[in-house]
């Protein structure tokens, strides 16, 4: 995330997110947290449900495997890298 600026982190988040998405976010940065207090909420308010990611492949069956990226689950369809 180039933005310094939480509104606009937030703004992206919320317009970009899919069922299935991973968003990783450091704590590094103040942004950050703050975003994260922001687009939770209006994630919730349309539905999406908060996983770990462990939680997010269990809920599809899905075994993780061991030095792979994932970025996306959905369905039991995984996305990797």
């Known amino acids: 995330w180039k933005s ?3 509104d606009a982190v937030c703004q ?8 299935g998405d991973i968003i990783l976010m450091h704590d ?3 942004n950050s947290a703050k975003a994260t207090e922001m687009f939770i909420p ?3 308010e349309r539905g999406f449900m908060l996983l770990t ?3 997010l492949f269990a809920k599809d069956g899905v075994t993780l495997e ?3 990226a994932y970025w996306r ?3 039991g369809v995984t996305t990797q890298y």
């Open 42 to 44: 209006k994630l919730e």
């Open 4 to 6: 310094q600026n939480a």
């Open 28 to 30: 590094m940065k103040i």
């Open 66 to 68: 061991a030095n792979q």
């Open 12 to 19: 992206r988040v919320f317009s970009e997110v899919n069922d």
């Open 73 to 75: 689950c959905l369905d």
């Open 53 to 55: 990611v462990d939680e």
